[in-house]
């Protein structure tokens, strides 16, 4: 069965360091791959999205790889600020329209 | 509206009761999707409305669950005969159309609780 995976541990990183985050996936061919970042008790926002064809995005402090051999995303951010602590989600996207299957998130906690 | 709007953001009922759930899309978005989010778990695809295409209603857990939506605007998600199991918060998210790179937008959830 399909399955994407991410470390449910939460992941404590000190003040500057740069983050790294882990989805992988089995038994899917995603079309494109989207990190999202969700706060306690709010939605989840759109960070970035990058696709099958794509090695690597960048957007400001946050870079994100995918290989598709590996069936993996790597979500990197630099410098991290304790702004920056909060759940990572990532989303794969295949299928013949936009169904969006959504990864168990990883908290991630910037420590100053 | 500027972003995606549910209603209630907090819901209390006693088991075996209806409750309806209400979702505004931005204006404009084709696409509306709903999720489940039980606490400390993952996004749970529930049903994805794409314009007048029929609903993919696949993530639906029971019988007891139904989402309609009206045009290209407002959505309501019904769960009948709630059981305790159904605490959660239903999250609504709304994007331009069924394209891949269509960013979603998602509201700020309904929490229900089911006593």
């Known amino acids: 069965s399909q399955k994407i995976e991410q470390n449910s541990e939460a992941l404590n990183i000190q003040e500057g360091k740069t983050a790294t985050l882990t989805c992988n996936y089995t038994?899917?061919?995603?079309?494109?791959l989207q990190w999202y970042r969700q706060d306690p008790g709010r939605g989840p926002v759109f960070l970035l999205l990058?696709?099958?064809?794509?090695k690597e995005k960048r957007k400001e402090r946050l870079k994100v790889t995918f290989d598709t051999t590996l069936k993996q995303s790597l979500f990197h951010i630099t410098a991290s600020q304790p702004a920056d602590s909060a759940t990572y989600l990532c989303?794969?996207?295949?299928?013949?329209?936009?169904?969006?299957?959504f990864g168990i998130g990883t908290k991630l906690q910037v420590i100053p | 509206g500027a972003g995606v709007s549910q209603s209630p953001s907090n819901k209390v009922t006693e088991k075996g009761k209806d409750v309806e759930l209400r979702c505004d899309p931005i204006?404009?978005?084709?696409?509306l999707y709903w999720y489940r989010q039980r606490l400390g778990q993952g996004l749970e695809f529930l049903i994805y409305?794409?314009?007048?295409?029929?609903?993919?209603k696949s993530g639906l857990p029971s019988d007891r669950f139904s989402a309609e939506r009206t045009g290209e605007s407002v959505s309501t998600l019904t769960i009948q005969r709630t059981q305790q199991e159904d605490s959660a918060v239903y999250l609504c998210?709304?994007?331009?159309?069924?394209?891949?790179?269509?960013?979603?937008?998602f509201g700020e959830g309904s929490w229900l609780t089911v006593v």
């Open positions: 998210a709304s994007s331009l159309g069924g394209g891949f790179e269509n960013t979603i937008y």
């Open positions: 038994n899917y061919s995603p079309a494109y």
């Open positions: 990058i696709r099958e064809n794509e």
């Open positions: 989303a794969l996207i295949s299928g013949g329209y936009q169904k969006v299957t």
């Open positions: 204006s404009g978005h084709t696409a």
């Open positions: 409305f794409q314009g007048n295409s029929a609903p993919d």
